[in-house]
């Protein structure tokens, strides 16, 4: 199968050569081989009910139960919250912001905070304000919490963050994830911009920091093809991150990563390694070993979005400060992988012993199908656990009860 | 544990029927009335720059409702029909849509063979049928394109190529990326014929 695949990918090389003279392959599709049709799925932008939220398909291990938080939320993905309790949800394709509230009662309110946004996925809260970043376009909402209905004008620093735009990514990853690091610096991504190509190092394929105001741009670290999700672990302060392997050479390598920066501006390889994995297109005569190993290998394509250091107290001793990592679920590969929240667990001196399955029963291997996308995770005050479904538009809630 | 699979395969098959009959097709074909006025009374397109919408996928109707009623997709003559529309109206017209036999416009101009072997060129490197399928008949989000309307298929590839309209993702500004005007009237023409 491997070698297979191998001789397809080679096979579309030859095909794509003298097509390049003529127009060029587009970034997405490099190495894809001829005849497949492996596609992004089809995202849902309506309504779900809330009775075909598939809340009792889920599975998780003894004492925790799931429950639907918050639904009517299409495309719900990131989740930040504010200092009155307030969670702000992005999204990308409906171009929207959310702002979810709790009532008296315990339900929860959903209003549609702004929208019109292109790929609006990356939100932090810093005080009062919210961040909101749709691709390049940064927006700031100041004194948020008390404005829910209507918002004032937000301030805009696009100019002073200067971020590339989708032109410049060529359409590729330019969609953001953000978060706000102990330092109170504010961190994304600038993703790669292509599946896999010659770029430059220093512009794309980053994580990167700046203070609130957009200043002083520093690189956190290179050669991370597309991080979608981040956090700082709460003892260490090291910077954490997911990351997208590329696509198009085969199902099951390079992985989606989880790495650890230990020092501002480490290099994870990207295009030429992904840990001791060597791109067979990309290598350029590199070693592995020059460059900074991911912390775990999460599987190939799960797409690996939000992660989260576990805080609270509710869940059992042994998840403080471990990493849920939200698997979107795979696309680019010939069975469904992912689609579930896993667990990297990491001993005292912060290296992963093992990931675990936590939330799964979302994905249906026999039929191929899936049930819902997790894209988010959240720890609330109160220790329990959100989870933003993306395709079905529902938050979940995880609680654990001895 | 057994039993337990066995029930959570029962909860799957339940949950997609729901989905199925969710979408009522009847009551779309109402909705969808003033629609046909441009669209054509069968779904098939007779107006210039209008796109045909019979047997695109349902999924594709959705979603391209939802971007313009949401101001993410700009197409001027749509924006009064999109604006307001509850997710349930449009998820039944894009049933109701989907039912309908799709075929060319009644004025299709006659094969043109040299714009015909220019796309045969293109649509390999450029991968159409691997989202739009063999027969460009489209796939859930990924519409049909086989028999579509030509100016409309050149209209929309040249939004894509210049980065005036993007789908739910931006695959289809990576598709077109590069590409002429000669290379997008070759392929407009091509599948038109289809």
Redesign the interface.
Known sequence: MTIRRLFLGAAAML??GP?LA????????IG?P?G????????R???T?L??V?V??L?LPPGFHAEVYAHGI?GVRAIAEGPNGTLFAGS?????VYAITRNADGTTRTRVFA??L?QPSGLVMIGNSLYVFAVNRVLRYDNVEANLDSPAAPVDLTAAFALPT??DH???H?WKFVSLGPDGRIYTNVGAPCNVCEFDRDRFALLVSFNPDGSDRRIEARGVRNSVGMAHHPVTRELWATNHGRDWIGDDSPEDSLLRVRRTGEDFGFPMCLGTWSDPEHNRGRACSEFSQPAALLGGHVAALGMRFYTGTMFPEQYRNQVFIARRGSWNRNRLSGYDVVVAKLDAQGNVTGVEDFMT?LR?D??Q?F?DRPAEVHVLRDGSLLVSGEQMGAVYRITYRQ | MILGRFL??A??AA??C??AV?QDARRGAELATPCLQCHGGNGRSQMETIPSLAGQPA?FI??QL??LR???RQAPAMAPFAANLP??D??DMAAYFATLPPGPPDDRRPRDPALIAAAE??V????CA??H?ADYGGR???PRIAAQREEYLAAAMTQYRD?TR??????M????????DA?IAALAHFLAQK
Do not use: K, M, Y
């Open positions: 095909i794509a097509a003529q127009a060029p392959v587009p970034g997405w599709a894809r001829e497949s049709t492996l596609a992004p799925h089809a995202p932008l309506t309504v009910p009775d075909q598939p009792a398909a599975r299409p990308r394709g409906i171009g929207r929208q019109g292109a989708e032109q060529g359409g590729n330019h029963g249906d026999a039929n199908r049930l | 959570a395969a909860f799957l949950a997609t729901g989905a969710a999924d959705t979603i939802i971007l949401e101001g993410l997710d349930r449009i998820e060129a293109l390999g490197p450029r991968h691997t989202c399928v859930n989000q990924i980065g993007a789908g739910p993702d931006t695959q500004n990576g598709a077109v990326v590069g590409l002429s290379n």
